[in-house]
């Protein structure tokens, strides 16, 4: 095909002018497209004009960016290779932009991903200038960390094979040896590069968690993006000593200490912005795993309104938190958001007018006119000691970081019946089990209900992409269920629930591939009532304070996700995560999971590069 006389067919450009720009792009040493757009032809006009003559649909990609996960579905090499490259998914098949749908050879290796992938692809052509911009962006993870570990080959084969007795023969003791070569390895700028381009990634990529675990034959990096563990990339085992060291060096950790836990905290720029990394090291049989929770920008702004709280659960809240003394209980699991309810609560709070101090483990944000001090266990300053001390600083407000055992308890009912607001987490697997644990950690009866103002449970659950998520319309059988799951909401309170006609699922989108974006809480929210007082005096069980704290209108955590879904917020999908048996029928399938990029002990990529677009 010569694109100028198919131009001049196409009444792009006229045929006298065929010549004149023959002979220019002889001249030039570029792409015959850019020479032509500089010659005054629009792009655009270019690319309907080659699509025409092969048949084939167009796509002008512009600045539009391919999220990672589509990006991962086709190695670089093949792209590179092929001159093809993923542009998004729409309908469960992959949109594949491509230079020149005549090359059969590209469309065998599309048929083989195809396979590979478990989805149809779709071809459009597409424009050199845009193929050559999305290549680019295989710019990622893998490509950083493979071009480090090249640098590094080298340097960990001469660092490993010194002679340690010549270290010994010096006096050296075993610890003073291993910190020693420790040390020199995390010095090494390929390995800071290493470690510094995950933690770029995972910021980037908004991940809540880096998890760095050896295993027998690699090193796996995963990230937790929205609740879920996903592979980014695997190193070769013998780099994993050399990255530890170096995360325990930021970390200000003892580098010869590897047979027990230990915790540390560092703070690094990312994207302009600070962004602090908690670090928790756990020895297992093939090496020391890393786990990093991501703490964010310390100037987050926090508001109760962004929570996801219903109206009457904000209302309950907002009461309790005005209230003199008393005290307000979170519960969830580790990483259910509990942290960030409590400091949201802080920030509601007069911070002028009131002295409020906090007591953490770690403190994982700071916030404005609040006092926050962290707990040491390991030189004495616990919880419970850090409470007495607290009451001598004339506090009206305390945050303690999480009710662990029966003396922080006690202490903390005792600052609560004393005229202090007490805010805290305890583990337990719904609101109304707070009661339950309390009188297991050896609280009295008669004073949990002066001192239990408010009882919260809580959990995470994915948000739907803006705008993104289809409609589902309810049918009779799961109808039934959600009936029967609201069966007993007294009536009063009945009349402000939806309809439930429709709800929403997961649908996958080009700029939203996971149909999912980010995570909103769920609640379930009781305060103290004289009712409840006197059958928690009685011991009764928890199925009667369930039911008693259900006549005032509770809803389960299950009943709020259930809500937010027929209003859109969340996939119905996620309901079933908070217990139940709801099913849809023809449920979207997620995308694929991205395979991890593979790093060889060579430093090459030998899987999808993938990165992620903000």
Same mark, same amino acid.
């Given at each position: 095909m010569?694109?100028?006389?198919?131009?001049a067919?196409a009444?792009?450009?006229?045929?006298?002018?065929v010549?004149?720009?023959?002979?220019?792009?002889?001249?030039q040493?570029?792409?015959?497209?850019?020479?032509?757009?500089?010659?005054?032809i629009?792009?655009?006009?270019?690319?309907?004009?080659k699509?025409?003559?092969?048949?084939v649909?167009t796509r002008e990609?512009g600045?539009?960016?391919?999220?990672f996960?589509?990006?991962?579905?086709?190695?670089e090499?093949?792209a590179?290779?092929?001159?093809l490259v993923?542009?998004?998914?729409?309908?469960?098949?992959?949109?594949?932009?491509?230079?020149d749908?005549?090359n059969?050879?590209a469309?065998?290796?599309?048929?083989f991903i195809?396979?590979?992938?478990?989805?149809?692809y779709?071809?459009f052509?597409i424009?050199?200038?845009d193929?050559e911009?999305?290549?680019g962006?295989y710019?990622g993870?893998?490509?950083?960390?493979?071009?480090a570990?090249n640098?590094?080959?080298?340097e960990?084969?001469?660092e490993?094979t010194?002679?340690?007795?010549d270290?010994?023969?010096?006096?050296?003791e075993?610890?003073?040896?291993a910190?020693?070569?420790?040390s020199?390895?995390?010095e090494?700028?390929?390995?800071?590069?290493?470690?510094?381009?995950?933690?770029?990634h995972?910021?980037?990529?908004r991940?809540?968690?880096i998890h760095i675990?050896?295993?027998s034959d690699?090193t796996r990096?995963?990230?937790?993006?929205?609740?879920v563990?996903?592979?980014n990339?695997t190193?070769?085992?013998?780099?994993?000593?050399s990255?530890?060291?170096?995360?325990k060096?930021?970390?200000n950790?003892?580098l010869?200490?590897?047979?027990?836990p230990?915790?540390g905290?560092f703070?690094?720029?990312?994207?302009?912005?600070?962004?602090?990394?908690?670090?928790?090291?756990?020895?297992?049989?093939y090496?020391e795993?890393?786990v990093?929770?991501?703490?964010?920008?310390?100037t987050k702004?926090?508001?109760?309104d962004?929570?996801?709280l219903?109206?009457?659960?904000?209302d309950?809240?907002r009461?309790a938190?005005?209230?003199?003394y008393?005290?307000?209980?979170?519960?969830?699991?580790?990483?259910s958001?509990?942290?960030?309810?409590?400091?949201?609560?802080?920030n509601e709070?007069?911070?002028?007018r009131?002295?409020?101090?906090?007591?953490?483990?770690?403190?994982?944000?700071?916030?404005?006119?609040?006092?926050?001090?962290?707990?040491?266990?390991?030189?004495?300053?616990?919880?419970?000691?850090?409470?007495?001390?607290t009451l001598?600083?004339?506090?009206?407000?305390i945050m303690?970081?999480?009710i662990?055992?029966?003396?922080t308890?006690n202490?903390?009912?005792?600052?609560a019946?004393?005229?202090?607001?007490v805010?805290?987490?305890?583990?337990?697997?719904?609101?109304?089990g707070?009661i339950?644990?309390?009188?297991?950690?050896?609280? #009295?009866p008669?004073?949990?209900?002066?001192v239990?103002i *408010?009882?919260v449970?809580q959990? +995470?659950?994915? &948000?739907?992409? =803006?705008?993104?998520?289809k409609?589902v319309?309810?049918?009779?059988?799961?109808a039934?269920?959600?009936?029967?799951?609201?069966?007993?909401?007294?009536?009063a309170y009945?009349?402000?629930?939806?309809?439930f006609k429709e709800?929403?699922?997961?649908?996958?989108?080009?700029?939203?591939?996971s149909?999912?974006?980010g995570?909103?809480?769920?609640?379930?929210?009781?305060?103290?009532?004289?009712?409840l007082?006197?059958?928690?005096l009685?011991?009764?069980?928890?199925?009667?304070?369930?039911?008693?704290?259900r006549?005032?209108?509770m809803?389960?955590?299950?009943?709020d996700a259930?809500?937010?879904s027929?209003?859109?917020?969340?996939?119905?999908? #996620?309901v079933?995560?908070?217990g139940?048996?709801?099913? *849809?029928e023809?449920v979207?399938? +997620?995308?694929? &999971?991205?395979? =991890?990029?593979?790093i060889?002990?060579e430093?090459?990529?030998?899987a999808?590069?993938k990165e992620v677009?903000?």
């Open positions: 010569n694109l100028l006389t198919l131009l067919d009444a792009v450009i006229p045929k006298e002018r010549p004149e720009l023959e002979a220019e792009l002889k001249k040493d570029t792409e015959p497209e850019q020479a032509l757009v500089k010659a005054g629009a792009l655009a006009d270019i690319l309907k004009a699509g025409d003559y092969y048949g649909p990609v600045e539009k960016s391919v999220p996960d589509i990006l991962g579905l086709v190695p090499e093949s590179r290779h092929y001159r993923p542009l998004g998914e729409a309908e469960g098949a992959l949109e594949v932009g491509i230079t749908p005549d059969l050879e469309r065998d290796a599309l048929t195809s396979a590979k992938i478990g989805m149809p779709k071809l052509l424009t050199e200038t193929f911009r999305l290549l962006q710019k993870l893998s490509g950083e960390v493979g071009k570990l640098e590094l080959e080298t960990i084969t001469v490993t010194k002679n340690p007795k270290k010994r023969a010096l006096g050296l075993e610890s003073e040896l910190e020693t070569e420790a020199a390895v995390t090494d700028a390929p390995v800071t590069k290493i470690v510094a381009t995950i933690l770029r995972a910021a980037e990529q991940a809540s968690d675990e050896p295993m690699q990096v995963r990230f937790r993006i929205d609740g563990l996903l592979t990339i190193l070769p085992p013998k780099v994993h000593s990255v530890v060291a170096r995360i060096v930021l970390s950790m003892r010869d200490e590897k047979r027990k230990q915790d905290r703070s690094a720029r990312v994207g302009g912005g600070k962004v602090d990394f908690r670090v928790s090291t756990f020895p297992t049989y090496g795993k890393v990093m929770r991501i703490l964010g920008n310390q702004d926090w508001k109760l962004g929570v996801g219903s109206q009457r659960n904000l309950l809240i009461t938190i005005k209230k003199p008393g005290m307000v209980l979170i519960s969830g699991p580790t990483g958001g509990k942290s960030t309810t409590l400091y949201t609560l802080l709070v007069d911070r002028d009131q002295n409020v101090l906090s007591l953490e483990d770690p403190v994982e944000y700071t916030i404005a006119g609040v006092s926050q001090s962290q707990v040491r266990p390991e030189i004495g300053y616990s919880f419970a000691n850090g409470l007495r001390t001598r600083q004339d506090p009206n407000i303690v970081g999480e662990r055992d029966s003396e308890a202490l903390a009912i005792q600052a019946l004393t005229g202090h607001l805010l805290s987490t305890i583990h337990t697997n719904n609101s109304i707070i339950p644990r309390l009188l297991d950690m050896g609280v #009295e008669y004073l949990i209900p002066p239990l *408010l009882g449970a959990r +995470l659950v994915r &948000t739907l992409c =803006p705008g993104g998520g409609k319309t309810v049918d009779d059988s799961m039934t269920m959600i009936k029967q799951q609201f069966a007993d909401v007294p009536a009945r009349k402000d629930l939806p309809d709800v929403y699922r997961i649908e996958p989108t080009p700029e939203c591939p149909g999912t974006q995570r909103v809480a769920c609640f379930e929210v009781f305060d103290m009532t004289p009712e007082e006197r059958a928690i009685a011991r009764k069980s928890e199925e009667e304070l369930k039911a008693i704290v006549s005032r209108g809803l389960t955590m299950k009943e259930m809500i937010k027929a209003q859109g917020q969340v996939p119905f999908e #996620e079933n995560t908070l139940g048996e709801f099913e *849809l023809a979207a399938p +997620l995308m694929p &999971t991205p395979v =991890p990029e593979v060889t002990e430093g090459d990529v030998a999808p590069v677009e903000i």
